[in-house]
Structure formats: structure tokens, C-alpha cells
T-cell receptor, first 109, second 113 residues
Framework: KNEVEQSPQNLTAQEGEFITINCSYS?????LHWLQQHPGGGIVSLFM???GKKKHGRLIATINIQEKHSSLHITASHPRDSAVYIC???????????FGTGTSLTVIP | SAVISQKPSRDICQRGTSLTIQCQVD?????MFWYRQQPGQSLTLIAT?????????ESGFVIDKFPISRPNLTFSTLTVSNMSPEDSSIYLC??????????FGPGTRLTVT
């Protein structure tokens, strides 16, 4: 069993749709990161959160520490949001990450 | 915050050669890490780059294949030695200033022919 599980694995949406990607983890964490990986391979850090909710533009990330669950939401999705979204849990025993397998999102115009 | 850059961003290399990837942080960080992402897979930790001492490797990764340097608190290199097509991956550097502050580089896409 992976320490970090993401769902769905693949997601196709129409432009404008509200999108949710889920991440569940089984380890104790100090923080959880959401990463965006573009088709060319480059990785961008979207959020780092340890509690509550963060918002950046059309992106919203939430975390429930008690339930060991985080969600990434994209409002008014756009084709340029097409990418792989990766959840990464930073352990509370050191500066190490457990990575989810990623969610491949395709937004169709 | 910290900004991490990697060089090269991508490369195509021939079998049997070696490639050194550089990771530069714009501020001093305590810990630096190297990850590999094979096609269709998640990121896997290769090693922790320790300043002033040898890197700490994860199971399945050895120093002869992936030598790492960490000469100071802002810079590290990872060399992929004697490459084979199976080494074709994205190699990612990350850095931490503490458990709450972790930053990722943009990655290096390596293709071995």
C-alpha cells in the first residue's frame, strides 16, 4: 500500500468545469504539497499547506489533518490547466516526501 | 521562500556516457534531495545530499551510479553515470529549510538513446 493515494488517476473535463482531485495519506506529516507537472516535465509547486485552506487564483487546496485527506480544486477550468497534479506528503520525522502517483488532467475546449 | 534552478532542463545522451545535473538554490538551505521519476511512475527519492559529507542513498541507489556532491549550502550536483536507456527519467532536486519549508526545482528530463 502506498503511503499517499491520489484519485482519480485520470480526469477529462470540459472547459469551465469545476475539478476536484483528492489525496489521502497514511503517514504523519508536517505539510502537504500540491505540485503541477507540465507535459514537458517541468514541476511547479502550487501549494504547501499544513492546515485549513489556501487559495491562489482559480486554485484552492484544502487539508483535513484528522482525516488525513487533502483536495485540490480548480474552478472554471481551462485547457492550460491540463497537466499532471501530484500530491506530496512531507513526513514529520524529517525532510522527506512521499509522492502520490499523480492525476493526469485534460481540459477540453 | 527559495527559488531552485536546475541545469540542464533536458538532455539527450548516448548510452555509456555520464551526465551531471546541477541544482542551485537562491538561499542557504539545510537539506537537499534528489528524486527520479521514471516514465509513468511517481517520484522516488534517490538520496539526501549532505553538506560536507557523503550523500545518504536510498535502497536501490548506489554512489557509483549516482555520485552526488554538495560543496556548500546552496548547490548540489547529481551525476548519472554509465547511462543506459533505463535511466531515461525526470530528475528532480528539492531543498528544505525546515519541515514546513520545502521547495522543488523544475526538473531535468533525461533521454538516453
Amino acid at each position: 500500500k502506498n503511503e499517499v493515494e491520489q484519485s482519480p488517476q485520470n480526469l477529462t473535463a470540459q472547459e469551465g468545469e469545476f475539478i476536484t482531485i483528492n489525496c489521502s495519506y497514511s503517514v504523519g506529516i508536517s505539510a502537504l504539497h500540491w505540485l503541477q507537472q507540465h507535459p514537458g516535465g517541468g514541476i511547479v509547486s502550487l501549494f504547501m499547506l499544513s492546515s485549513g485552506k489556501k487559495k491562489h487564483g482559480r486554485l484552492i487546496a484544502t487539508i483535513n489533518i484528522q482525516e488525513k485527506h487533502s483536495s485540490l480544486h480548480i474552478t472554471a477550468s481551462h485547457p492550460r490547466d491540463s497537466a499532471v497534479y501530484i500530491c506530496a506528503a512531507a513526513t514529520n520525522t524529517g525532510n522527506q516526501f512521499y509522492f502520490g502517483t499523480g492525476t493526469s488532467l485534460t481540459v477540453i475546449p | 521562500s527559495a527559488v531552485i534552478s536546475q541545469k540542464p532542463s533536458r538532455d539527450i545522451c548516448q548510452r555509456g556516457t555520464s551526465l551531471t545535473i546541477q541544482c542551485q538554490v537562491d538561499s542557504q538551505v539545510t537539506m537537499m534531495f534528489w528524486y527520479r521519476q521514471q516514465p509513468g511512475q511517481s517520484l522516488t527519492l534517490i538520496a539526501t545530499a549532505n553538506q560536507g559529507s557523503e550523500a545518504t542513498y536510498e535502497s536501490g541507489f548506489v554512489i557509483d551510479k549516482f555520485p552526488i556532491s554538495r560543496p556548500n549550502l546552496t548547490f548540489s550536483t547529481l551525476t548519472v553515470s554509465n547511462m543506459s536507456p533505463e535511466d531515461s527519467s525526470i530528475y528532480l532536486c528539492s531543498a528544505g529549510v525546515g519541515v514546513y519549508e520545502q521547495y522543488f526545482g523544475p526538473g531535468t528530463r533525461l533521454t538516453v538513446t
